[in-house]
Each structure stands twice: as structure tokens, then as C-alpha cells.
């Protein structure tokens, strides 16, 4: 089965096509440099330059693929959650071409896509998914089966690490200017807060941090060496957080393996400390491949054929769903 995926639900856009759980291409054309200068994604411009880039980015998954059109089974395209007027670009377009082709149309939920994208043992498991818009703690127990544990109660993960490199007069995307300046710093040097590390419940809150780190700040010169250490003790704070709760449900919940997906993931300090972390414990970790971390159509067009394996059919009448909710 050949299954062209479409995704445009944030500020990249992309195409890519899967033959048979193979990854044939995953072409995505980030808008970041567009959104930067305002510090954040701005939807009018993301849909703007969705629909200007949607056309060329689907011929070159096609063509790196070495697929033609007449190829394709199927077509998956990211329904929700996102901007409605990103998410209409790439639906209009799949359900353009899945008209003229006339093949099946399978809305695909963005998150849920992040959630399969790291590659994992047919067990239960512990689902942490940090990105931009979320930071969801899930426990699945089997494929398309899975409940909330916990989420954010204010910034996401991925949101902190942006918030805070804007406090430091770092540029957006904050995560990876983050990272490259916490290479050099001491993440002990400052006694960041670790919010809701030990709270009852699965949820996180990340708010604090920013403030602990603003209050840092203020009125003060940053020095190269200031710079790297406040990143390294930022990063450290995320991290333990991230690590613990994860830690802790698998414990409760008694699963072997923790799955980490979503921009955040992308960040090798975080994915070492996971791996130690979680070796002492005896506990199995899966990062989603690099490729598949930050927002791609990859990751759409691969849950869809799982999906389909399992059952899933296209449906008739359906709408982008902007707030599409993945568990309750
Ligand atoms: O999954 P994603 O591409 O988009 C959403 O669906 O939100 O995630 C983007 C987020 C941004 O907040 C970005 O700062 C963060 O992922 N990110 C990182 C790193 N690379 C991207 N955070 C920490 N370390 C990184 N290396
Ligand atoms: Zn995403």
C-alpha cells in the first residue's frame, strides 16, 4: 500500500510518502525564519505560505519517492489539532487530489501521530509528547488505546523552552539555541524550580520557570558564562521534570517502556538523560527518529497505515477539527 501523507497543521509544510511502513520521503519546508522575527508563529502568514508551498512540496515527496501519482492508494492528511486556516491549506489540497485520484481520505489527528512516531515494543507503555502546542503524559495499552494521565496546566514544554529563550535574547525557536548554549554551562548553577515534580497527579506546569528565570534576569548584564550556565540550569529543570513524571507513572502503571515524540524530543540532552535515567530503572526507552520529532507528514502518512491495518476506514462528511481532543 502506497499512502501520501499531508501535513500543514502549525508553521511547516509538508509531504511525504509511505510504501508498505517504509519511509519513502518526508519533505518538510519550515516557516520558522518566517515567524521568528515576531517571536512566534503568526497563522495568516503560516497559511499564506502553506498554500503558496503545498503544490511543490507534494511533487518533491513524490518525486524523491520515485512514486508517480497513479501510484498512490491512499491519501492521510492532518485534521487536527492545529490553526484552522493552516490545517484547511493541506486538507483542500488532499481532498483535491484525493477526488481527482479518486482514492480513500483519511483525517488523521496530528498528536496522535506524534504519540506512534518513536518505534516501540508491542507492549503497554508511557507516551510523553513535548512539542510547541503540548506536553501530554499518556498510558497506552495497546495500539489506539490510549488515556490521558496528565498534561500542562499552562505553558507546554517546548512553550517554556521559547518563553525563556526570549527572556535570555535568544532567538525563536528557543529549544535549540537553549541546548547549544547549555553545552557549555553548569546545569547546577542555578536552583531552578522542578514544578509539580512531586504533585499527586500526572500534570506539569512549566509558567514558573519562566518567572524564575525573568526574576534571574532582570537588570543585569548577561555574561557569555551567565548565558550558558542560567540554559544548562533551565534545561536541567524541564529535564528532571520530564524524566520523573514519566518515571514515576511507568512505575505506577507498571509499564516497561517510555515513549518520548514531539519537537522537544529532538534535544540530544534530554534523550542522553531519558537513556540513563531509565536504564537504571530497568525501563525500556524510545525516542521518534529525529526526522520524525518536529512536525512532518511522515509521521501522518505511517499512523495512517497502521491505522487502516487495524480497521480504520475513511470516513464520509468530516471537518478540520482545530481542537480536536486525543483522550480524555
Ligand atoms: O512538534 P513541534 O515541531 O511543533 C508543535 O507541534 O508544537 O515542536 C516545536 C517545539 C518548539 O517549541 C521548539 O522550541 C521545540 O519544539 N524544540 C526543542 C528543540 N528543538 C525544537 N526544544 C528543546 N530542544 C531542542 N533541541
Ligand atoms: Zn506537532
Known amino acids: 500500500m502506497v499512502i501520501l501523507g499531508i501535513e500543514t497543521s502549525c508553521d511547516e509544510t509538508s509531504s511525504a510518502v509511505v510504501k508498505d511502513g517504509q519511509l519513502l520521503s518526508n519533505v ?60 484547511l491549506v493541506g486538507v483542500a489540497a ?78 525563536y525557536p528557543g529549544g535549540p539555541q537553549i541546548e547549544k548554549e547549555a553545552k557549555n554551562g ?22 514558573g520557570l519562566k518567572t524564575a528565570i525573568r526574576r534571574e534576569v532582570q537588570g543585569r548584564t548577561i555574561t557569555p558564562k551567565d548565558m550558558a550556565d542560567l540554559c544548562a540550569s533551565f534545561q536541567q ?3 528532571d521534570v520530564l524524566i520523573g513524571k514519566s518515571i514515576a507513572a511507568a512505575k505506577k502503571l507498571r509499564a516497561r517502556q517510555i515513549a518520548i515524540s514531539g519537537g522537544v524530543a529532538f534535544n540530544n540532552y534530554i534523550r542522553e538523560q531519558f537513556e540513563s535515567r531509565c536504564a537504571r530503572e530497568n525501563l525500556h526507552v524510545s525516542f521518534a527518529q529525529k526526522s520524525l520529532c518536529t512536525d512532518n507528514a511522515g509521521m501522518i502518512a505511517l499512523l495512517a497505515e497502521q491505522k487502516i491495518k487495524n480497521g480504520y476506514t475513511a470516513p464520509g462528511e468530516w471537518d478540520i477539527q482545530p481542537d480536536w481532543v486525543l483522550a480524555k
Do not use: C
Open 94 to 171: 488532499a481532498r483535491g487530489m484525493a477526488a481527482s485520484l479518486k482514492k480513500p481520505l483519511y483525517p488523521i489527528h496530528h498528536m496522535e501521530a506524534h504519540l506512534y512516531s518513536p518505534e516501540l515494543k508491542p507492549e503497554p507503555f508511557i507516551a510523553l509528547i513535548v512539542s510547541g502546542g503540548h506536553t501530554m503524559l499518556l498510558h497506552v495499552q495497546k495500539f489506539g488505546d490510549h488515556q490521558l494521565l496528565g498534561q500542562t496546566v499552562d505553558d507546554a514544554a517546548g512553550e517554556a523552552f521559547d518563553k525563556a529563550a526570549r527572556l535570555l535574547g535568544l532567538p
Open 28 to 87: 518538510v519546508s519550515s516557516q520558522v525564519d518566517l515567524h521568528a522575527v515576531y517571536g512566534g508563529v503568526v497563522p495568516e502568514i503560516a497559511s499564506r505560505h502553506h498554500l503558496k508551498l503545498i503544490d511543490a512540496v507534494v511533487q518533491t515527496a513524490f518525486k524523491k519517492a520515485s512514486i508517480a501519482v497513479s501510484d498512490i492508494d491512499a491519501i492521510a492528511v492532518t485534521s487536527g489539532p492545529g490553526l484552522p486556516s493552516a490545517l
Open 186 to 207: 553548569n546545569p547546577a548553577a542555578y536552583p531552578f524550580p522542578r514544578p509539580m515534580l512531586d504533585s499527586p497527579d500526572w500534570n506539569f506546569s512549566f509558567s
Open 237 to 239: 529543570a524541564v529535564t
